[in-house]
């Protein structure tokens, strides 16, 4: 059986589940440029954090792709909620969805960082609804999250990657086992 938790290093691990359910200081949503709640993890963090984050995201006047902005998680056991938007791939991977998806990361660490937040939980942006590659997707994540620890060595304690499907965990795993050794 496939062990559902995998701590790869001090810095980053990896958990295969819900992301509302984790007690951090911010979880990461997979969200679209209204801000206003969807499908996918959208939808599930949007109805366990209650009507209040609505209205917070109803404040926000939206968000574009690649872009990223910050809430309260309310009723979530998370302290905050990054929203950013993700690029619709619709299984194709150019430079604009590889920049885009980049841009997320680099975003919502960046919020991370002015809000002096330490463990964050990122779920697989993109790569339900909007389509973009699994495969691809998780080397972004995985090299845009190495290169931010490794300038920012002091920042962070942690960095969850949230995945939900078997075979996001099968990728990551072999990915971050190659990647942050040693970190
Ligand atoms: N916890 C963690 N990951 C989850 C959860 C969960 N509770 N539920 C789904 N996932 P998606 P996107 C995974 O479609 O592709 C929404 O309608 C899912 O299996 O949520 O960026 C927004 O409003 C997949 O691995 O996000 C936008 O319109 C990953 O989260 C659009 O979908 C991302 O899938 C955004 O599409």
Redesign the pocket.
């Known amino acids: 059986m496939t062990k559902r938790r995998e701590r790869m290093s001090d810095k980053v691990s990896l958990y295969k589940?819900?992301?509302?359910i984790l007690e951090v200081d911010a979880i990461v949503n997979?969200?679209?440029s209204s801000l206003l709640?969807?499908?996918?993890?959208?939808?599930?963090i949007h109805k366990a954090a209650g009507s209040c984050l609505y209205d917070e995201c109803h404040s926000l006047n939206g968000c574009e792709t690649g872009k990223a902005k910050i809430t309260c998680g309310y009723d979530l056991p998370a302290r905050y909620v990054i929203h950013t938007v993700?690029p619709v791939a619709r299984g194709h991977v150019g430079n604009a969805e590889t920049n885009d998806l980049t841009s997320c990361y680099q975003n919502s660490l960046k919020l991370v960082m002015e809000h002096g937040l330490s463990t964050v939980a990122f779920?697989?942006?993109?790569?339900?609804?909007?389509?973009?590659p699994n495969e691809p997707a998780a080397d972004i994540a995985l090299n845009t999250v190495k290169s931010w620890i490794e300038e920012n060595p002091d920042k962070i304690t942690r960095v969850i990657f949230?995945?939900?499907?078997e075979t996001?965990f099968t990728i990551y795993k072999k990915k971050m086992s190659a990647l942050f050794q040693g970190m």
């Open positions: 589940g819900d992301i509302t997979a969200a679209n709640g969807g499908g996918g993890v959208d939808g599930c993700g779920p697989c942006i993109s790569t339900g609804i909007y389509g973009f949230c995945v939900f499907l996001d």
